[in-house]
């Protein structure tokens, strides 16, 4: 299985600042006959369910604030939240989508300093 | 508005089993394999299972293989997720989700909460 660590496990960053949030892959996730890194990040706010932020690495999903980005390939990847808002505190969660079972990393607490 | 509605849970003893559904609406059911994911109390997040468009492919993790059942009904919109011989550390919210390409989930339900417990 593909195992997946996130770094760190909690975070603190004050309003308007920018959190970076790391995330490694065990394999590459990269898949060279679509050019993609299969790897996603969510965002889950307590009492709700996750909901897709990123896919593909570095793909904005549609609606998400254009303040959240994905980087990296290969087997290191980051999300980075620029302009930190109040909104934001959430667990964040990387997950890979290239192989069977998809697993997810163990998490990231985002909280304001 | 897509939506996707569980339902199900509840407080069983071990070795019990359970049945939970999953209500789609809002998009085209049929065109969508889905899933699958659950997260035991303050943890993380775990894939569970998944299921292809016309239900001729199902995927387990390791620790439900022989367990759970993934079954779906285009006709119904619905998902569904039996569960037998249910051990404590099966307890935890279960949430369905609809898989876009090649494992990305989008959207995820509410969840319905599973607790194993004698």
């Known amino acids: 299985d593909v195992v997946m660590t996130q770094s760190p496990d909690s975070l603190a960053v004050s309003l308007g600042e920018r959190a970076t949030i790391n995330c490694k892959s065990s394999r590459s996730l990269f898949y060279s006959s679509t050019n993609k890194n299969y790897l996603a990040w969510y965002q889950q706010k307590p009492g709700q369910p996750p909901k897709l932020l990123i896919y593909?690495?570095?793909t904005r999903e549609s609606g998400v604030p254009d303040r959240f980005s994905g980087g990296g390939s290969g087997t290191d990847f980051t999300l980075t939240i620029s302009n930190l808002q109040a909104e934001d505190v959430a667990v964040y969660y990387c997950q890979q989508c290239y192989s069977l079972p998809y697993t997810f990393g163990q998490g990231t607490n985002l909280e304001i300093k | 508005e897509v939506q996707l509605v569980e339902s199900g849970g509840d407080l069983v003893q071990p070795g019990g089993s359970l049945r939970l559904s999953c209500a789609a609406s809002g998009f085209s059911f049929g065109s969508y394999w889905m899933a699958w994911v659950r997260q035991a109390p303050g943890k993380g997040l775990e894939w569970v299972a998944n299921i292809k468009l016309d239900g001729s492919e199902k995927n387990y993790v390791d620790s439900v293989k022989g367990r759970f059942s993934i079954s779906r009904d285009n006709a119904k919109n619905s998902l569904y997720l039996q569960m037998n011989s249910l051990r404590v550390d099966d307890t935890a919210v279960y949430y369905c989700g609809r898989q876009q390409g090649w494992g990305r989930f989008d959207p995820w339900g509410q969840g319905t909460l599973v607790i194993v417990s004698s």
């Open positions: 593909w690495a570095s």
